[in-house]
Protein backbone atom coordinates (compact mmCIF):
# COMPACT_ATOMS: atom_id res chain seq x y z
CA UNK A 1 0.00 0.00 0.00
CA UNK A 2 1.23 3.50 0.37
CA UNK A 3 3.75 5.30 2.70
CA UNK A 4 3.19 8.49 4.26
CA UNK A 5 4.31 10.58 7.49
CA UNK A 6 7.19 8.21 7.98
CA UNK A 7 4.12 5.38 8.41
CA UNK A 8 4.12 2.30 6.01
CA UNK A 9 0.90 -0.04 5.70
CA UNK A 10 1.44 -3.44 4.81
CA UNK A 11 -1.74 -5.97 3.57
CA UNK A 12 -1.27 -9.58 3.82
CA UNK A 13 -4.21 -12.08 3.75
CA UNK A 14 -4.29 -15.44 5.38
CA UNK A 15 -4.11 -17.06 2.44
CA UNK A 16 -0.73 -15.71 1.10
CA UNK A 17 2.28 -18.35 2.28
CA UNK A 18 3.40 -14.82 3.67
CA UNK A 19 1.12 -14.65 6.54
CA UNK A 20 2.35 -15.05 10.13
CA UNK A 21 5.82 -16.02 9.13
CA UNK A 22 8.86 -14.26 10.95
CA UNK A 23 9.85 -12.21 8.01
CA UNK A 24 6.33 -10.91 8.42
CA UNK A 25 6.09 -10.07 11.72
CA UNK A 26 9.89 -8.60 11.63
CA UNK A 27 8.39 -6.09 8.92
CA UNK A 28 5.34 -5.74 10.56
CA UNK A 29 7.38 -4.40 13.72
CA UNK A 30 9.16 -2.54 11.76
CA UNK A 31 6.85 -0.78 10.29
CA UNK A 32 5.06 -0.03 13.94
CA UNK A 33 8.25 2.26 15.04
CA UNK A 34 7.18 5.43 15.85
CA UNK A 35 8.22 8.25 13.75
CA UNK A 36 9.42 11.19 15.02
CA UNK A 37 10.43 12.76 11.24
CA UNK A 38 7.46 14.61 11.01
CA UNK A 39 7.88 16.59 14.47
CA UNK A 40 10.46 18.81 15.44
CA UNK A 41 14.12 16.88 16.41
CA UNK A 42 14.25 15.32 19.51
CA UNK A 43 17.67 15.71 20.54
CA UNK A 44 19.09 12.89 23.18
CA UNK A 45 22.20 12.20 25.31
CA UNK A 46 23.32 9.54 27.07
CA UNK A 47 22.73 9.98 30.96
CA UNK A 48 24.56 6.26 31.86
CA UNK A 49 27.99 5.97 32.50
CA UNK A 50 28.04 3.47 29.60
CA UNK A 51 25.37 2.09 27.21
CA UNK A 52 25.20 0.30 24.14
CA UNK A 53 23.83 0.85 21.02
CA UNK A 54 22.26 -2.29 18.93
CA UNK A 55 21.24 -2.46 15.27
CA UNK A 56 17.51 -3.17 16.15
CA UNK A 57 15.01 -2.91 19.00
CA UNK A 58 16.17 -5.08 21.92
CA UNK A 59 19.23 -7.28 23.44
CA UNK A 60 18.78 -9.86 21.36
CA UNK A 61 20.43 -7.62 18.43
CA UNK A 62 24.10 -7.28 18.07
CA UNK A 63 25.81 -3.97 19.74
CA UNK A 64 26.81 -1.90 17.06
CA UNK A 65 28.60 0.70 19.22
CA UNK A 66 29.51 1.36 23.12
CA UNK A 67 28.93 4.73 24.10
CA UNK A 68 29.91 6.81 27.57
CA UNK A 69 27.96 9.62 29.21
CA UNK A 70 26.74 12.75 27.23
CA UNK A 71 26.58 10.99 23.98
CA UNK A 72 24.36 12.99 21.72
CA UNK A 73 21.91 11.59 19.40
CA UNK A 74 18.94 12.46 17.38
CA UNK A 75 15.74 10.39 18.18
CA UNK A 76 13.84 9.26 14.87
CA UNK A 77 11.45 7.16 16.82
CA UNK A 78 10.84 4.33 19.12
CA UNK A 79 9.57 1.15 19.76
CA UNK A 80 8.77 -0.18 23.15
CA UNK A 81 10.99 0.86 25.84
CA UNK A 82 14.13 1.67 22.55
CA UNK A 83 14.52 4.55 20.64
CA UNK A 84 15.84 4.63 16.78
CA UNK A 85 18.64 7.39 17.45
CA UNK A 86 21.01 9.05 14.39
CA UNK A 87 24.96 9.58 15.33
CA UNK A 88 27.13 12.22 14.32
CA UNK A 89 28.36 10.34 11.49
CA UNK A 90 24.57 9.82 10.69
CA UNK A 91 24.76 6.45 11.18
CA UNK A 92 21.20 4.68 13.15
CA UNK A 93 20.91 2.41 16.20
CA UNK A 94 18.33 1.47 18.91
CA UNK A 95 19.10 2.35 22.47
CA UNK A 96 16.97 1.76 25.67
CA UNK A 97 14.90 4.56 26.78
CA UNK A 98 16.09 4.25 30.29
CA UNK A 99 19.75 4.87 29.21
CA UNK A 100 18.83 8.66 27.61
CA UNK A 101 17.84 11.91 28.65
CA UNK A 102 15.48 15.01 26.95
CA UNK A 103 16.79 17.03 29.50
CA UNK A 104 20.84 17.12 29.04
CA UNK A 105 22.12 18.70 26.26
CA UNK A 106 25.27 17.37 25.04
CA UNK A 107 28.07 17.55 22.34
CA UNK A 108 30.35 15.52 20.77
CA UNK A 109 33.50 16.22 19.55
CA UNK A 110 32.90 15.61 15.58
CA UNK A 111 37.03 17.01 14.26
CA UNK A 112 39.69 14.61 14.54
CA UNK A 113 40.53 16.97 17.28
CA UNK A 114 39.50 19.26 19.43
CA UNK A 115 41.68 21.56 22.36
CA UNK A 116 39.72 22.64 25.01
CA UNK A 117 40.77 26.30 26.28
CA UNK A 118 40.14 28.10 29.90
CA UNK A 119 38.09 30.92 27.92
CA UNK A 120 36.06 31.24 24.90
CA UNK A 121 39.07 32.91 23.02
CA UNK A 122 40.81 31.47 20.37
CA UNK A 123 44.27 32.43 22.49
CA UNK A 124 42.82 31.43 25.25
CA UNK A 125 45.05 28.59 27.40
CA UNK A 126 44.09 25.49 27.30
CA UNK A 127 43.36 22.75 30.13
CA UNK A 128 45.12 20.21 31.26
CA UNK A 129 42.14 17.89 29.03
CA UNK A 130 43.56 19.42 25.90
CA UNK A 131 43.46 18.08 22.95
CA UNK A 132 40.21 15.60 23.30
CA UNK A 133 40.10 12.98 20.12
CA UNK A 134 36.80 12.23 18.02
CA UNK A 135 33.60 10.81 19.84
CA UNK A 136 34.63 12.82 22.91
CA UNK A 137 31.29 13.61 24.79
CA UNK A 138 30.25 16.44 26.84
CA UNK A 139 27.42 17.98 28.74
CA UNK A 140 26.99 21.77 27.19
CA UNK A 141 26.82 24.19 30.18
CA UNK A 142 26.79 27.35 27.84
CA UNK A 143 27.46 28.84 24.56
CA UNK A 144 28.90 32.03 23.60
CA UNK A 145 29.76 33.39 20.15
CA UNK A 146 31.07 30.59 18.76
CA UNK A 147 31.87 28.89 21.49
CA UNK A 148 30.65 25.96 23.71
CA UNK A 149 31.42 25.50 27.45
CA UNK A 150 31.52 22.11 28.28
CA UNK A 151 31.82 18.99 31.08
CA UNK A 152 33.07 15.85 31.02
CA UNK A 153 31.80 13.17 32.80
CA UNK A 154 33.93 13.22 35.44
CA UNK A 155 33.76 16.83 35.72
CA UNK A 156 36.45 19.06 33.86
CA UNK A 157 34.91 21.85 32.49
CA UNK A 158 36.81 23.90 29.43
CA UNK A 159 35.08 25.72 26.00
CA UNK A 160 35.74 24.47 22.62
CA UNK A 161 35.08 26.35 19.28
CA UNK A 162 31.36 25.53 18.19
CA UNK A 163 32.86 24.44 14.73
CA UNK A 164 34.39 21.77 16.26
CA UNK A 165 31.25 19.78 17.97
CA UNK A 166 28.18 18.12 16.83
CA UNK A 167 25.81 19.69 19.37
CA UNK A 168 22.20 18.13 20.44
Known amino acids: MGEFAGEARFVFHAT ?4 LTRRWLRAAA ?8 TGPAVALCVKAP ?7 PGTRFPVTWEVFKFMPFQALGSQGRWQRV ?3 DGDTHWIHRNLTS ?3 RCAVVKSTTARVRSAPR ?3 PTTALSPVKKYYAFQVLSQRKGWVEVRDEVGNKGWIAQQLLWVR
Open 50 to 56: EAKLRQG
Open 102 to 104: PKL
Open 16 to 19: SPHF
Open 122 to 124: RNA
Open 86 to 88: RDV
Open 30 to 37: LATVTSLA
